[in-house]
């Protein structure tokens, strides 16, 4: 995984038809994916259960780009260690999951995947100030996270402008999770976000059958962001 700033679309498999996942991968790929985000929950740390590492490690042969997983769980720690086995690129823990995000970051990177940090609306920047140094990517949520299409927390715009003047000219992704479609994508993207994880926005009116569908709707995502 090189590093750039270009806008970079990361489709929720949450979205996708879940008996069809592997097709799905595929076809978000070939209509122009640029990473597949993998939503992680456990029905503890939010209110919803969905994937495990096996689902991970089921998925990873048919992407060929990164696999972004997003861990909304407590504890984090003893389960890093599968979803790097499984495949995973890049593993993101929210600050909220536990009381050493400094620990996880750092057992996140010894296995050997990119390392992310995720933060609910209502969690201040002030919280990955000392953690700089630590991470590959900050996810912002724009909504509460455990489920898919919920409306957008126009409040995070401010949250992503202060993060990209905290980042300066580190090699951080800012990452946007929640409410993505081409009304609020330009906003987050201006605001200095350069991936943008989409579910419902990519995902609907789609099929595996319609793929089609997939690169329109992510077409209408870009072109909302470069106009």
């Known amino acids: 995984m090189s590093f750039d700033r270009s806008l970079k679309i990361a489709p929720s498999i949450l979205s996708a038809d879940f008996a069809n996942f592997g097709l799905e991968c595929e076809a978000i790929e070939a ?10 929950m456990d029905g503890h740390f939010v209110p919803n259960l969905t994937f495990g590492p096996a689902t991970c490690a089921a998925i ?27 495949g995973a690129d ?12 400094h620990r996880t970051l750092q057992a996140i990177r010894a296995a050997g995947c ?9 969690t201040p920047v002030s919280t990955v ?13 724009t909504v509460n996270p455990g489920f898919g299409g919920q409306k957008f927390i ?3 715009i401010e949250k992503v402008a ?30 200095g976000a350069d991936v943008l994880v989409a579910g419902s926005a990519v995902f609907r009116g789609g099929s595996v059958s319609k793929p089609e569908v997939y690169g329109e709707n992510m077409r ?3 072109a909302a962001c470069d106009s």
């Open 31 to 40: 209509q122009g994916a640029d990473w597949v985000h993998v939503d992680v």
């Open 154 to 156: 126009h409040s995070q």
């Open 129 to 141: 100030k000392y953690l700089m140094d630590m991470v590959d990517l900050i996810c912002v949520m």
């Open 220 to 222: 209408a995502i870009r």
């Open 162 to 191: 202060k993060l990209r003047a905290m980042i300066g000219d580190r090699p951080i992704h800012i990452e946007i999770d929640g409410g993505v479609d081409p009304t609020t994508a330009p906003l987050v993207r201006e605001a």
């Open 60 to 86: 990873r042969p048919h992407i060929k780009g990164v696999m972004d997983v997003h861990l909304m769980i407590a504890p984090v720690d003893p389960y890093i260690q599968a979803f790097a086995d499984a």
């Open 90 to 101: 890049v593993i993101t823990a929210h600050v909220e999951a536990g009381p050493h995000i």
């Open 114 to 122: 990119k390392a992310g940090v995720a933060l609910n609306p209502g």
